[in-house]
């Protein structure tokens, strides 16, 4: 994306339905909830086509070189308590699994980075398989940003990027989050 000499590295995503815009919603509700993992995300046409623009960091590595780099050591957040955050989110998304491209770092502060969320959203309860083993920490600082999302929070923060049916199962997974100790 560029405007004049300024020039940034965005990603864009069609649509993946009428009115369901994963990527945007992801977004929408990682700053509600403050995981702050979910690039900025906007719906755009391009091209004459709907989707989503998202604005990527600059300097972004994946898991596997991070890994292979053994990087990370001094990330402004330890690693487990950020993958700890990803797995709670990505259980209340319904997030089916990660690959390379959707787990990123920015190699500025090695903070985790999550994109790729086209899957998310589905309308089925309990966990993502890939999380079925994972241990969910549902601290009090979660169980208060789960608590406010409500069913008018909801529909106002991602009614025109998710149906009613997928906004309910979100509530759902939400309250089993919450069960969880």
């Known amino acids: 994306v560029a ?3 300024h ?3 965005a990603l864009f995503y069609r649509a993946a339905g009428r009115n369901r815009h994963p990527e945007v919603a992801a977004y929408r509700l990682d700053r509600l909830l403050g995981v702050d993992m979910v690039p900025v995300t906007v719906r755009r046409t ?3 086509k709907d989707g989503a623009l998202q604005l ?3 300097r ?3 898991e596997a070189t991070r890994a292979e780099m053994r990087a990370g050591g001094d990330a402004w957040c330890p690693l487990p308590s950020q993958w700890s955050a990803m797995y709670l989110f990505d259980a209340l998304i319904q997030q089916p699994g990660r690959n390379g491209q959707q787990l990123m770092y920015d190699q500025a502060n090695w903070r985790l980075v999550l994109a790729g969320h086209g899957d998310a959203f589905g309308t089925r309860g309990g966990r993502p398989a890939y999380l079925k083993n994972a ?3 549902v601290s009090g600082a979660w169980r208060q940003a ?3 999302l409500t069913v008018s929070s909801l529909e106002e923060l991602v009614g025109d990027v998710l149906d009613a049916r997928r906004q309910k199962a979100l509530l759902r997974r939400r309250d089993e989050l ?3 100790g």
Request: net charge negative.
């Open 3 to 5: 405007l004049g000499e």
């Open 7 to 9: 020039k940034l590295d």
């Open 46 to 48: 391009v091209n004459g």
């Open 56 to 58: 990527l960091p600059s």
């Open 60 to 62: 972004l590595t994946d």
């Open 135 to 137: 241990t969910l920490n």
């Open 146 to 148: 789960l608590a406010g």
């Open 178 to 180: 919450l069960e969880t």
